[in-house]
Each structure stands twice: as structure tokens, then as C-alpha cells.
């Protein structure tokens, strides 16, 4: 079996639906398993997220399933600048970050992150202004975040939320000098 990484589009629907999170490490499986299998689509058909899928095709059988994925997107890290204003810096957000629960602590969900922070790195340097990486952790992994050198916001610095991650923590991780 090897994995390699594509865009995720329709042709990947089928083998969706047999992906699956450990809840033993997951606040909430049912949201990133529908997320893959339904909601990833119009998120991407309205400019909200780019969803990477990390496939695992075995090399006899041509049999493919999704070992995790990634969903990218165009954020800010928002500080408030002490006046009555705040300040918005450009960042890159990682939106969605699940792993499959057959594919669990095999270093797919750090080779996803180092992915997205290449990807910030390379749009910084050639196209477009990026100073942080940004994301809103499930709270059973910030530890897995934190070792990959992303920090817990402080406070007068948010990030944008939505409700279905008003209970993750907002974490950022620096790539520009400013």
C-alpha cells in the first residue's frame, strides 16, 4: 500500500463514506466523518476550503481509502491593537484535520500539518503574504499540535470561529518574520 495526496473531488464520494475516527481520540468523530463524506464539497464550491485527501491505494487490487485529510483556507489572525480597533494579520487556516482510526499514530497526521505549513511557507515566498498558520484544535489533540510548534492564542489575539468549533482551542504557529 502507498499513500499519496490529491485534491478531494467527487470521484472520491464512494470511498468516503468508510472513513472513520477513533472517538477514544476525538471529541467528535460524527462531525469530521460527515465533513469528508458530504460537507467538504460545498465547502469547497463556495471558496470556503481546499480539502486535501492522503489516499491509501493497495498496488494489486486498486483498492483506495481515505487515511486522512486536510482542509486549507485563507484566514487572519486577529489582535486587538489596544485602541479601538483590531488588526488583522494573513494567515493560512488549517480548517479540517482528520486521520482515519486504521491509520492512527503512524505520523500521517504530522506529515498533513508539515504539508499545510509547506504550503503557507511556498504561498508566502511566491504569491501570497501569509504570517501565521492557524487552526482550532480539538481539545484531545493540541498536545499533537503543540510538539509540532503551533501555541495556544493569547489573550487580545482570536482567531474566526464558527460554531462547530466553538469548543476547540485556536492555536497559531508564527512562519514570517515581521
Known amino acids: 500500500m502507498s499513500i499519496y495526496r490529491t485534491l478531494m473531488t467527487a470521484e472520491h464520494a464512494p470511498i468516503s463514506r468508510g472513513f472513520q475516527v477513533n472517538p477514544e481520540h476525538c471529541n467528535n468523530p460524527g ?6 463524506s458530504q460537507d467538504c464539497f460545498a465547502d469547497q464550491k463556495q ?30 489572525l486577529i489582535m486587538e491593537s489596544g485602541e479601538d480597533y483590531k488588526l488583522g494579520y494573513p494567515a493560512l487556516e488549517i480548517s479540517e484535520l482528520a486521520v482515519d482510526k486504521d491509520y492512527e ?10 504539508f499545510a505549513i509547506g504550503e503557507a511557507v511556498e504561498l508566502n515566498e511566491e504569491r501570497i503574504g501569509f504570517q501565521y498558520v492557524i487552526l ?4 484531545e489533540a493540541v498536545g499533537f499540535y503543540q510538539k509540532l510548534g503551533f501555541n ?3 489573550q487580545l489575539q482570536e ?8 469548543s476547540c482551542v485556536p492555536m497559531m504557529m ?3 518574520t515581521v
Open 31 to 36: 462531525h469530521y466523518e460527515t465533513y469528508i
Open 47 to 76: 471558496g470556503m476550503g481546499v480539502t486535501h485527501a492522503f489516499i491509501d491505494e493497495d498496488e494489486n487490487s486498486g483498492t483506495k481509502k481515505i487515511a486522512g485529510y486536510i482542509t486549507l483556507r485563507g484566514s487572519s
Open 105 to 114: 499514530n503512524q505520523g500521517l497526521g504530522t506529515e498533513m500539518v508539515k
Open 136 to 139: 482550532c484544535a480539538d481539545p
Open 152 to 154: 495556544s492564542i493569547r
Open 159 to 166: 482567531i474566526p470561529r464558527e460554531h462547530r468549533n466553538s
Open 174 to 176: 508564527k512562519i514570517a
